[in-house]
């Protein structure tokens, strides 16, 4: 009933009632028409049978039984009479009228009265009367006695033949009724559902923007009064929307000469923006050039004034020149913030992204701020925790630019405590890290309203700052445009006179493959002693020791150092000096008893402008000085040292050479060419040399034997030379402490950087200049035997590299870089030609399948082995190759690397014709017969 419609819903409202109704009288006019029938059979009944008993009586007296039967036959024609029969007191039979009367049930009987009594059966109904023997009517049988009896039995056929005729005729009455009631209903509901289908559909028309649609609903009922008022609101929207596109008109109209006014207001803005842009760069150009051109002069200034300090001993004059010195220094960092700041509003600041260890560039920058933090008597602390990732992708000079001028305003601002750098681990999401470096100083601190103006250009905190402390106030806005170049957040903390801290975030990538790096595990379970009257720096100490999981002893006194009564066996002990003891006498006393108390050395940290100084004042057998803060990897390497004792070994390798034992070379190369060519070089400056093929092999022997000096190749198959110098650095060889140097045919800057990182001492260029391998072997060895040595050579070998359009060979070349020896030339050039189709097929079938990595290797295998041939253009070819590779190829082949790989192939064809046309012993025999004819 709740999905039925309003039709529906009137025509069942109107006929419930009126067939409830109708039902109801229907169904008591038929009951009341069958009373009222019995009632009147009764009557009639009562009537006839008290009239008959009256003249029965008499003719019963009279006994004359033709009249009494001819009363019972009169009385049988009346309506419904059926049968009459009349008895004696007895209750026999003494005449009878009609048929045989139909046996009735004698319990179902009624009193009607006067005595008679009523049977009733299905189809027929009896009465009984007494006969008295009195006329008067009584009411009670028991006045008189009866002298007889009367029966009348009425046939009920008729009776309900009329009953029945008065049901139907009720029936038909009540479904005429409603019929009519139906008929009334449906005609209100399909007028009232045409009026209601009128008005959806009128409303439908005004939704869908039809306003002239008209109403018509005849009548004078709610229905017609409702559609006169839609008809009122359609012509009300009607004018409405009439009204409505008029104003649209007219607002589009103004709205469009609004947008040609502001279109000539960004053409003119435009033309404002790029002069002011023009404007500016004009600026920046020009600050840029005129910081350039003073810094020019200032560098001579300041130049030759630290060469007359040198000479000039008059205190007066090396005052004043002193005064020179400094204020064209203040004069250069001035400027040099300048030249900063313009160039990154000028937006010509481009970051490199190298691979660093964000921990060495900020000991980097401790480090070079360690004396003018010195001379105030603060402590430089820095606290690096253990999740901080080793390397990371950025910008080495800009973040050591950030931290050096943050650090160089907490010693400026500071008079005595602590200066702590934090660097933290945020996150790491996506291949990037979050990092936080933070500077923590002691200072004068800055109050809310200083804090909202410091990191604007040329502004300080007060203007007592700039009097008392110097500065311009360009480095704090200087760090926060790097910070915001690359990506960070920077900020401060601080409170008057509660000193400040200064925060900048660095978001970083991290590199795709990083090489694994050996464990720093030589400290593991080593006793190690700790004293130092700070506890700040004892506990940054505490924690890097801890770190490399070793055993930590603290001790706040020297008193409690020497004198402790533990029996604690340190392997090594951590001196850091109060400002007391750091006269030679005290210190002196203090590291023999400790040495006598513990057997074994100290690692001394001492402020940088001392630490020279007792470096040569005390011996190896007691200490090892370190100017603090140390680096973390020098504290591990001098902790190392001293609790194996390698430098004590090391010096004694060092004075067998030097009373005529020869000294010990490892040479390593996956060349052999390039082996043989080391083996005559190195033999003939009077080297015993030893022979590795591979970085494991080089390992293998280190774990063997000692060797003076190691000559390590960079790309080498099984264990490369960077992964096995940081094993023989990190392991337990006895060649940890023995200078590595790094042979490279192609080395950048960054790349360098990287090698004295991994653990190298230095490194030499392929092809090896013999002046320069004797003076990187005198440097490393401290003998004056390569310096006397009478050299082979005529001419040291150039190492330039030559031009591309050189001739493919040059013998005057081949026989330089072989030391002037025939054979080796030849062995040399006909190594590389016999293999040099393959590793062009090789490099060129790479490149196809942009497999980077592997092509810069064989690039540079190549190149390695050309630069000990006199083979200039194929040389120059791999040169370009492998920098065009290393510097722009990082996600994919560059078009200049495509053109350079075919200017190899040119070099290499031409090299093949040289090598056909030519017989190379006959060449190389006649050039050496001319030399000596010569």
């Keep these: 009933m709740a ?104 319990a179902d009987q009624q009193r009607l009265g006067d005595g008679i009594q009523s049977y009733s059966s299905e189809l027929t109904r009896r009465y009984s009367r007494p006969i008295l023997t009195r006329d008067l009517i009584i009411d009670s049988a028991d006045k008189a006695e009866p002298i007889g009896w009367v029966e009348i039995e009425y046939d009920l056929h008729s009776l309900t033949l009329q009953t029945y005729r008065n049901v139907i005729i009720s029936v038909l009455l009540i479904i005429a009724s409603l019929t009519a009631c139906l008929v009334i209903a449906i005609k209100v509901a399909n007028r009232f559902k045409s009026a209601t289908d009128q008005i959806g559909e009128a409303i439908d028309n005004i939704i869908d923007g039809d306003y002239e649609t008209l109403l018509t609903v005849h009548g004078n009922d709610e229905l017609s009064q409702i559609s006169n008022r839609l008809n009122l609101l359609s012509d009300t929207l009607l004018q409405l929307n009439i009204e409505t596109e008029y104003n649209i008109e007219q607002t589009t109209g103004d709205l469009r000469q609004t947008l040609e006014t502001i279109e000539v207001q960004n ?19 020009f600050l840029a050039n ?11 200034i300041i130049g030759f004034s630290n060469l007359l300090l040198k000479d000039i001993t008059d205190g007066r004059h090396r005052d004043q020149l002193e005064t020179i010195r400094l204020s064209a220094e203040g004069l250069l960092a001035i400027i040099n913030d300048i030249l900063d700041l313009s160039k990154i509003e000028a937006g010509k600041l481009v970051l490199d992204n190298a691979s660093i260890n964000i921990r ?21 602390i820095l606290l690096s925790y253990s999740d901080i990732p080793a390397c990371v992708i950025g910008d080495p000079l800009r973040i050591k630019q950030i931290t050096t001028n943050l650090l160089s305003n907490a010693i400026k601002f500071s008079e005595q405590g602590n200066i702590i750098v934090r660097i933290k681990l945020k996150e790491i999401h996506d291949g990037q890290a979050l990092l936080v470096i933070s500077v923590t100083d002691s200072g004068i601190g800055l109050s809310e309203h200083q804090q909202l103006n410091i990191f604007n250009a040329f502004t300080q905190a007060d203007a007592s700052t700039s009097r008392d402390y110097g500065g311009t106030g360009l480095g704090l806005v200087i760090c926060k445009r790097l910070v915001e170049q690359m990506g960070g957040e920077i900020g401060l903390d601080s ?38 009257c700070n506890s700040a720096v004892s506990l940054a100490l505490r924690h890097q020791l801890e770190g490399w999981q070793a055993h930590v002893y603290c001790f706040n006194s020297s008193e409690e150092l020497i004198h402790n009564d533990n029996n604690i066996d340190l392997s090594a002990t951590i001196i850091i000096p109060d400002e007391d003891e750091l006269d030679e006498q005290t210190l002196t006393t203090m590291l023999a008893n400790v040495n006598q108390r513990y057997n074994c050395r100290s690692v001394v940290l001492l402020p940088t402008a001392i630490g020279s100084h007792y470096e040569s004042l005390f011996g190896q057998d007691q200490c090892i000085a370190l100017s603090r803060p140390a680096p973390h990897a020098k504290l591990y ?81 099984v264990v490369d030379g960077v992964q096995a110098t940081r094993a023989i650095r990190i392991g337990n060889s006895p060649n940890r402490t023995t200078p590595v140097i790094a042979v490279t045919a192609h080395a950048q800057a960054e790349e360098k950087r990287n090698l004295m990182q991994a653990g190298f001492n230095d490194h030499l260029s392929k092809p090896i200049d013999i002046a320069i391998l004797e003076k990187t ?116 082949l560059t078009s200049r690397a495509g053109e ?28 050496q017969r001319g030399q000596k004819a010569n």
């Design 267 to 285: 053409i003119e803005l435009d033309i404002a923006r790029r002069e002011a842009l023009e404007a500016s760069r004009i600026k920046s150009e």
């Design 290 to 300: 005129t910081s350039h051109e003073i810094r020019t002069p200032l560098n001579g």
């Design 3 to 106: 999905n039925w419609s309003l039709r529906k819903r009137i025509i069942l409202l109107a006929l419930t009632p009126s067939a409830l109704i109708t039902l109801l009288l229907g169904s008591y006019q038929v009951l009341n028409r069958i009373e009222e029938r019995n009632l009147l059979l009764d009557q009639r009944a009562y009537a006839s049978t008290i009239q008959i008993a009256a003249v029965s009586k008499t003719l019963l007296a009279l006994d004359d039984n033709i009249l009494l039967k001819e009363l019972l036959r009169n009385a049988l024609e009346e309506p419904g009479v059926r049968a009459i029969r009349l008895y004696d007191q007895q209750r026999r039979l003494i005449n009878r009228s009609g048929p045989k009367m139909i046996a009735v049930n004698v």
């Design 777 to 892: 072997l005198h440097t490393w060895t401290n003998s004056s035997q390569f310096i006397e040595h009478e050299r082979k050579s005529t001419a040291p070998v150039s190492p330039q590299i030559p031009t591309a359009n050189a001739k493919p060979v040059d013998i005057q070349l081949c026989l330089q870089r072989a030391n002037q020896i025939p054979s080796l030339a030849v062995d040399m050039l006909s190594g590389i030609l016999s293999r040099l189709d393959e590793d062009v097929d090789h490099i060129s079938q790479n490149a196809d399948s942009q497999q980077l990595q592997t092509m810069i290797e064989a690039v540079h295998k190549l190149h390695g082995a050309s630069c000990y041939t006199g083979t200039p253009a194929l040389q120059s070819a791999l040169y370009e190759l492998e920098t065009e590779l290393k510097s722009h190829c990082q996600d994919g």
């Design 900 to 927: 350079l790989l075919g200017t190899l192939k040119t070099a290499a064809k031409a090299l093949k014709q040289w090598h056909q046309q030519c017989d190379l012993e006959v060449i190389f025999e006649d050039v």
């Design 637 to 717: 390497q001098a902790l190392d040292t001293i609790s194996n004792d390698y430098d004590l070994i090391a010096a004694e390798f060092q004075q067998l050479s030097e009373d005529g034992v020869k000294f010990s070379v490892l040479a390593v190369d996956d060349n052999d060419s390039n082996l043989k060519l080391l083996l005559v070089l190195l033999e003939d400056l009077g080297m015993h040399v030893t022979l590795a093929h591979d970085g494991q092999q080089a390992l293998d022997l280190c774990d063997q034997q000692r060797f003076d000096i190691i000559l390590m190749d960079i790309q080498m198959p």
């Design 495 to 532: 409170e008057p006179d509660k000193g400040a801290t200064f925060w900048y975030t660095l978001r970083a990538k991290l590199p795709n493959k990083v090489a694994s790096l050996p464990p720093m595990d030589a400290l593991v379970e080593k006793n190690i002693g700790l004293y130092s």
């Design 360 to 380: 060495e560039i900020i000991e980097d920058s401790l480090t070079m701020l360690a004396p003018s933090a010195h001379d105030k008597n603060l402590e430089l």
